[in-house]
């Protein structure tokens, strides 16, 4: 796990604005990257509160297809679930050198 300070509660939902920026409950945007980790072929996201412009909010149907959901939801526990009912493991919620980081894995489907 990775060296940091306690960053308090994560974000409730996470919706998707545009490509690679998405919103809070709280309107804070946040910068998406999706990671795959080769050794497991599992899929992260790497999730930092960076202030950016809003900018206008793209339809679902606007966006390219991508391995990243539209939205995120706190679920039960130390999960979130997404807009595809998947399930995403929360790895870390951290400051890092004054950055907000969340750190989600993709947990494998039966």
Do not use: F
């Amino acid at each position: 796990m990775a060296e940091g300070g306690h960053a308090g509660a994560p974000p409730v939902r996470l919706w998707v604005r545009r490509i690679g920026v998405y919103c809070d409950e709280h309107r804070k945007t946040w910068l998406v990257a999706a990671e795959e980790a080769s050794e497991e072929g599992m899929l992260r996201a790497r999730i930092q509160r960076v202030q950016v412009p809003l900018g206008e909010a793209l339809r679902p149907s606007q966006l390219p297809p991508s391995r990243l959901p539209h939205m995120w939801q706190l679920s039960q526990g130390e999960q979130y679930r997404d807009s595809n009912s998947r399930v995403w493991e929360i790895e870390h919620h951290l400051m890092l050198g004054g950055v907000e980081e969340l750190l989600l894995k993709l947990v494998p489907g039966d």
